[in-house]
Nanobody, 119 residues
Framework: QVQLVESGGGLVQPGGSLKLSCVAS????????MRWYRQAPGKQRELVAG???????TYADSVKGRFTISEDNAKEMVTLQMNSLKPEDTAVYYC?????????????WGQGTQVVVSL
């Protein structure tokens, strides 16, 4: 059973940077999309950034110019570089991959990594 594992979260001061990583424990083929979502306390989960087959990307308006989603094929990893962090970026960040596993196409989700932006 393939699992996604996020890492890189933590506590950072406003204006600081963090880099989140998401690694698959096995092979996911024919990947159509890799996304990062986040969920702040009391709020709905929202899409932060997406990287799609063919290389196109999308970002939430609130993170444009500050966050960058990238893929590392060699490590079967997707990363989220977060710069100029703000307190409102505080949330649990989740990795999501849509692709093909042994049972066909499906979504995979990681368990989440906590990001806290505070003095």
């Amino acid at each position: 059973q393939v699992q996604l594992v996020e890492s890189g979260g933590g506590l950072v001061q406003p204006g600081g940077s963090l880099k989140l990583s998401c690694v698959a424990s096995g092979t996911i083929s024919s990947i159509g999309a890799m996304r990062w979502y986040r969920q702040a306390p009391g709020k709905q989960r929202e899409l932060v950034a997406g990287l799609f087959f063919g290389g196109s990307t999308t970002y939430a308006d609130s993170v444009k110019g500050r966050f960058t989603i990238s893929e590392d094929n060699a490590k079967e990893m997707v990363t989220l570089q977060m710069n100029s962090l703000k307190p409102e970026d505080t949330a649990v960040y989740y990795c999501n991959v849509f692709g093909r596993g042994v049972d066909g196409y499906r979504d995979w989700w990681g368990q989440g990594t906590q990001v806290v932006v505070s003095l």
